[in-house]
T-cell receptor, first 116, second 108 residues
């Protein structure tokens, strides 16, 4: 079974530029999450989708961050414009709604963003 | 709001036992999860406790006391490959809130 795919793995941009990250969850997983993980900290949830609907985006800085999951499968997270404090690893995770694995989130390898 | 407390770092030798404690404050608590993350890697699921008691999976065990808002992860027979960060996370609904992580360093 293929895992959660994310691209790119690394991205370096200058402040005020824009950037986009892509995630393809495990096939059949209805729930998709985007997390921000700053070095030395735990992952912080930015947005949660179930199918193509937003379940929770309470911690998403909506003035600069946006995310979509138009067809209920893959998703993109965009930052525009980027700030220095956005330097972090952006992790995507997915989980099924029911079944044995419903309490497990499967994470991708992440995209490491450096804003200069 | 929600808060989780866990030690920032633990050092132990190969073959030893390490216990990582996690205390939490939250509303709408469903359960407590533990994830392992090696440097530069993805968090991977270790365990989930929804009920009080001890869950054992190989060398790793996890415990939960809902009345005390407390849980722990027990790592036994430590191996070098166990050097990693370990995160507790509270589940509320379908959402996870992670603690700051405990960095475990295993020495020969």
């Amino acid at each position: 079974e293929a895992g959660v795919a994310q691209s790119p793995r690394y991205k370096i941009i200058e402040k005020r530029q824009s950037v986009a990250f892509w995630c393809n969850p495990i096939s059949g997983h209805a729930t998709l999450y985007w997390y921000q993980q700053i070095l030395g900290q735990g992952p912080k949830l930015l947005i949660q989708f179930q199918n193509n609907g937003v379940v929770d985006d309470s911690q998403l800085p909506k003035d600069r961050f946006s995310a979509e999951r138009l067809k209920g499968v893959d998703s993109t997270l965009k930052i525009q414009p980027a700030k220095l404090e956005d330097s972090a690893v952006y992790l995507c995770a997915s989980s099924p709604v029911g079944g044995e694995d419903k309490n497990i989130q499967y994470f991708g390898a992440g995209t490491r963003l450096s804003v200069l | 709001g929600q808060s989780l407390e866990q030690p920032s770092e633990v050092t132990a030798v190969e073959g030893a036992i390490v216990q990582i404690n996690c205390t939490y404050q939250t509303s709408g608590f469903y359960g407590l999860s533990w994830y392992q993350q090696h440097d530069g890697g993805a968090p991977t699921f270790l365990s989930y406790n929804a009920l009080d008691g001890l869950e054992e999976t190989g060398r790793f065990s996890s415990f939960l006391s809902r009345s005390d808002s407390y849980g722990y992860l027990l790592l036994q027979e430590l191996q070098m490959k166990d050097s990693a960060s370990y995160f507790c996370a509270v589940r509320t609904g379908n959402k996870l809130t992670f603690g700051g992580g405990t960095r475990v360093l295993v020495k020969p």
